[in-house]
């Protein structure tokens, strides 16, 4: 009997363990910008992820300074945001890595992690916006839109670039999400 429950528990942890990576594509791996790829599972695993598609000359791109604000406050609890730059809508952001890298960090102070430009949207779209899209049905519609995913893997909330990072309602679900 013991045996049993031993390896029944032993196979619960190991499928508990493939909810978070392996059965989720959030584990596709991205390239930094201005650095090397990293398998986002790997990297931000039992985190919660707060990722956006950004743009540097939008008129929502003041929102860098409510994500900023979001990630310092939380990263200590376990939130990570992660930024998703994207020319998808008019072609609003700049083409060069080191210029998208530059801008947001004069501009507003970015620390959270950053990725290089790529489609969020799309046949084209990066596969970790494909896997967000597939799990929420909602597309981002321009730029900004913000996706909730907790420490499973599992997406939790989509944000549409009207909502403020500092909005009662993102507030809320990010600190349920970090209980």
Sequence with gaps: ????FLAAFSLFAINAHALD?????IDASQKRLLG???NICQTYGGKVLLVANVASHCGFTPQYEGLEKLYKENKDKGLVVLGFPSADFNGQEFESDAKIAEFCKLNFGVSFPLFTRSSVKGENANPLFKKLIAETGKEPGWNFNKYLVGRDGQVIAHFDSKVEPDSPEMKKAIAAALK
């Excluded at 009997?1 to 049993?4: F, G, K």
């Excluded at 990576?21 to 594509?25: G, K, L, N, V």
């Design 1 to 4: 009997m013991r045996i049993a």
């Design 21 to 25: 990576c392996a059965s989720t594509d």
């Design 36 to 38: 090397e790829p990293e």
